[in-house]
């Protein structure tokens, strides 16, 4: 089985930073790509960044310049390092994966549980 588990949400005041990170374990075969969608309060989920094989990155554009996206490929993880955050960026952020496990030997799409972030004074 694949898990998918989140770290580092959490609160924030406007203009800080925060890291979260996303480690995916069990029977891995090969993770073709792992991002960060979000989903606020009354909304639709939404991409926020995702990093495929060969360090190609995707970011919304509310993301760009403010938002990294980073994985460490021998730990299977994923980062993604906020600065600059701004209320509007509060929500549920959802690790995403998009991978092949030793038992079913086809890609497919893995969420993690989600993870808080609330930016507010």
């Known amino acids: 089985q694949v898990r998918l588990v989140e770290s580092g949400g959490g609160l924030v005041q406007p203009g800080g930073s925060l890291r979260l990170s996303c480690a995916a374990s069990?029977?891995?075969?090969?993770?073709?790509?792992m991002g960060w969608y979000r989903q606020a309060l009354g909304k639709g989920r939404e991409l926020v960044a995702i990093i495929k094989r060969g360090e190609n990155t995707n970011y919304a554009d509310s993301a760009k310049g403010r938002f990294t996206v980073s994985r460490d490929i021998a730990k299977n993880t994923v980062y993604l390092q906020m600065n600059s955050l701004k209320p509007e960026d509060t929500a549920v952020y959802y690790c995403?994966?998009?991978?092949?496990?030793?038992?079913?030997?086809?890609?497919?799409?893995?969420w993690g549980q989600g993870t808080q972030v609330t930016v507010s004074s």
């Open positions: 069990g029977s891995i075969f090969d993770i073709r790509a």
């Open positions: 995403n994966a998009d991978l092949k496990s030793s038992i079913v030997r086809i890609y497919m799409n893995y």
